[in-house]
């Protein structure tokens, strides 16, 4: 769910996926962890909004949906700059190989094929030419929000990616998938 700022209450918390500024000089904050904050802003109207998006979020489309409000607003793709914030990387992100194929004909409405390989140390799954152990897959969030953009038609030069990993980083970020903790990273946009 996306809702406007100007429906959250000041001292208060609003549960949603996402915020859009409807009002000049708005702040809006997400909470994440390994999840990604994604942030929007629109250089000529300065609308700005923010999502809190996982693997969830990615296959509903929630990027997609941001967009089209931004669309009524009259913001062209060319002034829409987009920034995603540090979240887990892929090398720390495992899932087993339902959920990824799951995520990939839902989110990039692709459909991937494994096929089992037998290795000096076992069975395992290959995905890309990628053996993967224990029947567990890499799953690159930013990537897949990449394309997402990308298929909204923002320009590439308007996005920018952290490369930063809240699973690696333990003291600068914390990782709810690293150390099963509920404390989170408040993130930021102002109008």
Not at 142 to 169: M, V
């Amino acid at each position: 769910m996306i809702v406007l700022g100007s429906h959250s209450q000041k001292g208060t918390k609003t549960y949603a996926d996402g915020l859009i500024g409807n009002k000049s000089n708005q702040n809006l904050w997400v909470y994440t962890a390994d999840c990604m904050p994604i942030f929007f802003a629109d250089k000529r109207t300065r609308n700005v909004a923010t999502l809190h998006c996982g693997r969830k979020g990615l296959e509903k489309k929630i990027i997609k949906n941001l967009v089209k409000i931004f669309d009524t607003f009259g913001t062209s793709r060319d002034d829409l700059l987009v920034a995603i914030g540090p979240a887990i990387s892929k090398e720390h992100y495992l899932v087993d190989k339902m959920t990824l194929k799951e995520f990939y004909r839902m989110a990039e409405n692709k459909n991937i094929t494994f096929k089992l390989t037998k290795t000096k140390k076992g069975l395992c799954f290959s995905d890309s030419n990628h053996f993967r152990e224990q029947n567990l897959n890499q799953l690159d969030l930013k990537r897949s929000a990449y394309r997402q953009l990308l298929n909204e038609n923002i320009p590439h030069t308007n996005i920018d990616i952290s490369n930063l990993c809240t699973y690696k980083f333990n003291n600068e970020f914390n990782s709810w998938r690293r150390s099963k903790t509920s404390s989170r990273q408040w993130n930021l946009i102002c109008s």
